[in-house]
Nanobody
Framework: QAQLVESGGGLVQPGGSLRLSCAAS??????????MGWYRQAPGKERELVAD???????NYADSVKGRFTISRDNAKKTVYLQMNSLKPEDTAIYYC??????WGQGTQVTVSS
């Protein structure tokens, strides 16, 4: 089973940028075959899909982040990224990496506040 470790979260002012990384580990996992995704959960809210990318490169984005966030992956490094630009206070949440819609990372806090 794969393990996912997120990094890159933190505190940023509105309009700022953050780049989240998620490294997958576990011998034998065929990273390139899996859909990878980023989800987020704010206090009192349901966890929601932010963005994902299939093995073929097809991407999905939540309407709230389209044009601001970009998901990418480096299969050689078994890593998925989320570049977040023009951050808004409503982006504040714990961001979770996801593999194959079934394996979760521990999450990384993103706080957007002035």
């Amino acid at each position: 089973q794969a393990q996912l470790v997120e990094s890159g979260g933190g505190l940023v002012q509105p309009g700022g940028s953050l780049r989240l990384s998620c490294a997958a580990s576990g011998t034998g996992i065929m990273f390139s075959f899996y859909t990878m995704g980023w989800y987020r959960q704010a206090p009192g809210k349901e966890r929601e899909l932010v963005a994902d990318m299939s093995a073929s490169g097809t991407t999905n984005y939540a309407d709230s982040v389209k044009g601001r966030f970009t998901i990418s992956r480096d299969n050689a490094k078994k890593t998925v990224y989320l570049q977040m630009n023009s951050l808004k206070p409503e982006d504040t949440a714990i961001y979770y990496c996801n593999l194959d819609r079934r394996v979760w990372g521990q999450g990384t806090q993103v706080t957007v506040s002035s």
